[in-house]
Structures are given as C-alpha cells and as structure tokens.
C-alpha cells in the first residue's frame, strides 16, 4: 500500500520550518479544489481545506473516497460539517485566528466607539470636526461566545479597563471567573454597553440575535458581529440602525460578498469590515504550526486535536 496523500493549500516547506523534517510515510501535493482537483481525489487521505471555504472545497468531499481526516484553517466549520462523511474525522483550526480577531474586534470597538470612520469622512471633506464620543474605558462588554478567540478577545479588553461579562451556551464557573449561560442572556443584555459575537453557527445560535434580544440592549449600546452572519436577524438589526437607537460593527454578514445594491452599506450607525477578522499576517505561522502537529500526529497514530466530528 503507497504512503497516505495529504492535500495541503500550501507549500509543504512551510511545515518543515516548524517540524525540521516532514513527518514519514506521508505523501504530498499542493492543490487547491477551487481551482483544479487532479485524479488523486480518490487517494487523499488527509484533507487540508484552503482557507477560503468556498462551496467547491466542500463539493469535492464525495470524491474522497480513502479519506479518513478534513481539517480546516477556520475555527468555524459550518461550511463543511454537513457534507464530511460519516467516519471521517473533521478537526478546526482553534488557535488560528485567535489572535488575528481579537485584534480586529478592538480595532472595530474602538473604531465605532470613537467614531474613526466620521473622522476620515471629515478629513476627506477638509473639515475639522471636534466631537465628543464614549470611551472604551468604563464600559461593560458582554461577549457572547467564551471559547479560544473570546478568551483572546477578553485579554485585550481587559487593559481597556472595561468590565467583561462571559456568555456561553451553557453556564460554567472557571478558574478566572463566572461563565453565563445563553439562557441568561435576558437578564444581561440591559446592561450591556458593548455585545461582541463571536459564537459558532449553530441550529441554536441561528437568528439569536432577533427582534427580542437587540430590543434589550440600552439605548446607544454597540452590537459586535465576529461570529458568522447568520447568528444575526438582518432586518431586525438594521431596522434598529435606522431608528438610530443602536449602533454596530460586523465582519460577518449574511450574503458575502456583500452584494452593491445591500441595504448594510447605506445603514447610519454601522461599520463594515469584509470578513478579514483572521487575514493577516500573524494567521499563517498559526495555521503552519498547527498543521504540521496534526500531520505528526496523524504519522505516529496519536489523536488529533481539535475533533469536531467523527472517531480517529
């Protein structure tokens, strides 16, 4: 029997400088499906998906058919999960990006906070416009979402001297403090001057933010989408937008890209960024250094980390 086939979406080289040597046994190729799957298809038993998780990198699951593991360079897996087949291990990229969004969610907090977009607007127009804004000091921010990329986001806002309030699906107290439940969500949301989203898609979290959860948000509160765009009522968020009792950032949306004709870019109060909340330059050397353990892992027949579905 030939070593395995693993598909990377990037130059194995990248691995070598984090292992030294690639792993034994394993055989290579660089290939991106979105653009051309060679006849190889039904060998690959080790499927590193590309990082843009367009619908062709999940059309050529079926044609896997000695695959045993799919890992992704995404912490979210909504994308693929329902087309893996059965048996076959699906492992996200934790880790990845936690760094990247944390970055990113601030930038937008603060951005949206301050009002930077209203300041390159007057810089365009030649206008020296003083104005005063809310500060991110003082605030309570309530994440809605506790895993990796929002403990990451935490230990940012925390020298902000903000107060954190953590929500996830069920409640838990940890070494560092209390963790809410979702089902507490009522009762924090009035309180609330900053809700950043960073939950997974889930059957659960689709539409969570309705009518009835921005309608308890205060007055002037700031809704933060890094999550998925699904996890949001589009109508519901941008009819508070337009009655100007709410403001928002969102990475995410629930058609990308954004088409032109949209109702988001002409929404007062909201800031866009185009689903870039783990594209930069500290993504890679994460994404190298996760991969390359897996592989090592999956050589020496240890368990991989990070299993969302399926038995290794």
């Given at each position: ?6 598909w ?12 030294g ?51 992704t ?79 990451a ?13 953590r ?23 009035p ?39 699904g ?82």
């Amino acid at each position: 029997m030939s070593d395995p086939l693993v598909w990377l979406p990037f130059d194995p080289s990248h691995l070598r400088a984090t292992l030294g040597e690639l792993p034994g046994g394993l055989r290579f190729e660089v290939v991106d499906p979105t653009e051309h799957v060679p006849d190889s298809v039904q060998d690959v038993r080790f499927y590193v998906t590309p990082y843009q998780m367009g619908p062709a990198v999940g059309d050529v699951l079926p044609r896997m058919r000695s695959l045993e593991v799919v890992q992704t360079l995404s912490a979210g897996v909504d994308n693929v999960r329902d087309r893996v087949p059965e048996g076959v291990v699906l492992c996200n990229g934790r880790g990845i990006h936690d760094s990247s969004t944390a970055e990113l969610t601030l930038a937008l907090v603060l951005a949206s906070l301050r009002d930077v977009p209203g300041m390159v607007r007057d810089q365009d127009a030649r206008r020296w416009n003083t104005r005063w804004r809310p500060a991110l000091a003082d605030r309570r921010v309530l994440l809605v979402g506790y895993g990796a990329i929002g403990r990451a986001i935490e230990s940012r806002l925390l020298p902000f001297e903000t107060e954190v309030v953590r929500v996830a699906r069920t409640a838990r107290v940890e070494d560092s403090g209390p963790v809410h439940g979702f089902d507490e969500l009522p009762a924090l949301l009035p309180g609330a001057d900053v809700v950043v989203l960073i939950c997974p898609l889930t059957d659960e979290t689709r539409g969570l933010v309705d009518a009835g959860f921005l309608a308890r948000m205060k007055d002037g509160a700031l809704l933060v989408n890094m999550a998925r765009g699904g996890v949001v009522d589009t109508p519901a968020l941008l009819a508070e937008l337009h009655a100007e009792r709410l403001t928002a950032a969102v990475d995410v949306v629930d058609t990308e890209p954004l088409p032109a004709d949209s109702p988001w870019w002409d929404a007062p109060g909201l800031l866009v960024s185009p689903h870039v909340g783990g594209a930069s330059s500290a993504m890679w050397p994460r994404a190298h250094r996760l991969v390359a353990e897996q592989l090592r892992r999956y050589a020496a027949g240890e368990p991989l980390h990070h299993q969302m579905t399926g038995a290794y």
